[in-house]
């Protein structure tokens, strides 16, 4: 069965560096999804992506967050100066379309220090 | 804004005690509402999609069912690998891709 792959699993920065966490979706999916679950908490949604663009965004996604789709695989979230609250599992999502639903990576767990 | 609650936060069941989860929602529109299951350091699994009231699915020991302010999540005859947290999600209509979560009903099958 298809599924979304996340780079690295975990990934620990000093506060103030830029991290760019990867995902591959799947394949024949068109909608693209960054969400984040801070330890303890719920699962928060970032930013959706379709069609080389970014359709919805959330308020936590303000200008140190940056999504790109460099080639017709890859899906990334950039963080430009990290901060200490940045600290979170980051999950890529992928669906078909705006009635399927989403389906999840397993997460990068990103620590700043 | 769109909301979900879930509830119990937690709950403890002996394996074979059957039990329902709830999820209460507020959207304008509902498009869908989507039940996931949550390992510990894992993402969400996708388990059901529900669309419109009365709507029923099922899948082994889980059913989850649909009306116009809640959804439940019911386990019949649960066993220790039905541990995990429950997700429960809504997306609105209107074209929207967001979907919003509740917290999650974290569940123990103690055998």
């Known amino acids: 069965e298809p599924e979304v792959t996340q780079t690295p699993s975990h990934q620990v920065t000093q506060m103030g560096q830029e991290v760019i966490l990867r995902c591959v979706p799947i394949s024949n999916h068109l909608y693209f999804y960054w969400y984040r679950q801070i330890l303890g908490q719920k699962v928060e949604f970032l930013v959706s992506?379709?069609?080389?663009?970014?359709?919805?965004k959330s308020e936590i996604f303000d200008d140190q967050f940056s999504v790109e789709r460099p080639d017709g695989s890859n899906f990334t979230l950039k963080i430009r100066s990290t901060k200490l609250e940045d600290s979170a599992m980051y999950f890529c999502?992928?669906?078909?379309?705006?009635?399927?639903?989403?389906?999840f990576g397993n997460g990068t767990r990103l620590t700043v220090t | 804004e769109d909301q979900v609650t879930q509830s119990p936060e937690a709950l403890r069941l002996q394996e074979g005690e059957s039990s329902s989860l709830n999820c209460s929602y507020t959207?304008?529109?509902?498009?869908?509402l989507f039940w996931y299951r949550q390992d510990p350091g894992k993402g969400p699994e996708f388990l059901f999609t529900?669309?419109?009231a009365g709507e029923e699915k099922e899948k082994e020991r889980l059913k989850a069912t649909l009306t116009k302010k809640e959804s439940f999540l019911h386990i019949t005859a649960p066993k220790p690998e039905d541990s995990a947290t429950y997700l429960c999600?809504?997306?609105?209509?209107?074209?929207?891709?967001?979907?919003?979560f509740g917290t999650g009903t974290k569940l123990q099958v103690i055998p």
């Open positions: 959207v304008s529109g509902l498009r869908g």
């Open positions: 999502a992928s669906s078909r379309d705006t009635n399927s639903p989403l389906h």
């Open positions: 992506f379709y069609n080389n663009e970014i359709s919805e």
């Open positions: 999600a809504v997306r609105r209509s209107g074209g929207y891709q967001k979907v919003t």
């Open positions: 529900l669309y419109s």
